[in-house]
């Protein structure tokens, strides 16, 4: 294929793909019945059109009752329809102010047949947009909970395999650099004997996209059973992973097609666990301070000089 392909105009309903409700509704996809996901994809697909529906017509066009509906707007915490409704029209209001601005909006999965170039626009816009939905939906009440957790917290064990265990390498850096004992386990045998020696003066912190891999969950469990305070990081609230947790942080992340474990997840991981971080680091100033201060000079010299070997 050669030329370029122009991407068309956002519409509203292509722009609200990326509100709060939207959000949430796609987290809640995995814990709904066939039924309800059928209501939640024409939430998140149409939000813009499901506005303007009536319960009647919302059920027809999600080929269910208006009874699924109505279980669909209580699992997303509204009180019935026309809450939800209001809700949906109000974000699709301000979608369509924001299209207006010129943004260009590439909300698309990536196909066999797109070039290089729209590609590169596509996975752009998927990473920010993973970012900014995550920080748009964040529960702050639970965000503080948590930093005064790892404040407060003997150690902070960090566990994730996969992807994830990039995430949790991070964290369990970004910790240890300001005098926060921290360990990150991505392998399950290892993991599980570290879980065993926690207790309640510890935080275990699992770390899972889907919420459901086994050995995350696994050595998660364990250290709650010891007496460890748990707190979940996924992109599914209802997943198996928040069921054992006392508190649960999530993202906001879509992998598609060619991006499953995606840098779009990562990257919104890597969000909440610089948001916890900072916290943790406000709490503590004075010590990581002079933490931050200390490590710095430790591998100061370790830098190349630039000016070294020029004429």
């Given at each position: 294929m050669t030329g370029t392909r122009r991407t068309p105009a956002p519409t509203a309903q292509r722009a609200a793909g990326g509100s709060p409700t939207t959000v949430r509704a796609r987290g809640l996809l995995p814990s709904l019945s066939p039924a309800e996901q059928r209501v939640a994809r024409v939430i998140i697909d149409e939000?813009?059109?499901a506005a303007g529906l009536t319960i009647t017509d919302l059920a027809r066009r999600a080929h269910a009752s208006e009874t699924t509906v109505i279980r669909f707007c209580r699992a997303m915490g509204f009180a019935g329809y026309s809450e939800l409704r209001l809700t949906l029209a109000a974000e699709a209001g301000r979608a369509a102010g924001a299209a207006t601005t010129g943004r260009e909006l590439i909300d698309s999965d990536i196909s066999e047949t797109d070039e290089l170039a729209q590609v590169v626009k596509k996975i752009a816009f998927a990473d920010a947009r993973a970012v900014e939905d995550t920080a748009l939906q964040i529960d702050i009440a639970v965000l503080e909970q948590v930093v005064d957790l790892v404040a407060h917290a003997r150690r902070v064990d960090i566990y994730g395999v996969g992807a994830?265990?990039?995430?949790?390498?991070?964290?369990?850096?970004?910790?240890?650099?300001?005098?926060?004992i921290s360990y990150a386990w991505s392998d399950l045998h290892v993991a599980l004997t570290s879980a065993a020696l926690l207790d309640e003066r510890d935080v275990a912190f699992g770390i899972s996209h889907t919420g459901a891999t086994a050995d995350t969950v696994e050595a998660f469990a364990e250290a709650g059973r010891h007496g460890a305070r748990l707190v979940a990081l996924t992109n599914f609230p209802k997943s198996p992973i928040t069921r054992i947790a006392h508190h649960v942080l999530t993202t906001a992340a879509r992998e598609t097609t060619f991006r499953s474990g995606a840098m779009a997840s990562r990257l919104a991981q890597l969000t909440v666990i610089d948001c916890v971080f900072v916290g943790v680091a406000q709490r503590t100033y004075p010590q990581t301070r002079r933490a931050l201060e200390v490590t710095y000079e430790a591998v100061r010299c370790r830098r190349v000089d630039s000016a070294r070997g020029r004429a």
């Open positions: 939000a813009a059109t994830s265990a990039f995430v949790a390498a991070d964290f369990q850096h970004k910790l240890h650099r300001i005098g926060r």
